[in-house]
């Protein structure tokens, strides 16, 4: 069983920075791909970042220049830097963990609230 921690979550004003963390326990992280979403009051959950376990990375289109995904297989932790942030980055961030294994469901964190505001 996959258990997924998020942290790094806040308020910080217009043009600034955030780096969300989350630490995997349980499971090989090593073979999963990881990703980060988030949901708006209102809206769907949309997907931000991905990395897959080979390192290879996608983003959506709104955050691309201005976030960036990665990992630390030593330490089982996915990470998002979120710079230069706008009101519209406002929402509850989660971490999710996609296992290579056929008919394996994903694995979802608790979510992170990110709040972009002056």
């Known amino acids: 069983q996959v258990q997924l921690v998020e942290s790094g979550g806040g308020l910080v004003q217009p043009g600034g920075s955030l780096r969300l963390s989350c630490v995997s326990s349980g499971g090989i992280f090593s073979i999963n791909a990881m990703g980060w979403y988030r949901q708006a009051p209102g809206k769907q959950r949309e997907l931000v970042a991905s990395i897959s376990s080979g390192g290879r990375t996608n983003y959506a289109d709104s955050v691309k220049g201005r976030f960036t995904i990665s990992r630390d297989n030593a330490k089982n932790t996915v990470y998002l830097q979120m710079n230069s942030l706008k009101p519209g980055d406002t929402a509850v961030y989660y971490c999710?963990?996609?296992?290579?294994?056929?008919?394996?469901?994903?694995?979802w964190g608790q979510g992170t609230q990110v709040t972009v505001s002056s």
């Open positions: 999710n963990a996609r296992s290579p294994v056929i008919g394996v469901a994903d694995y």
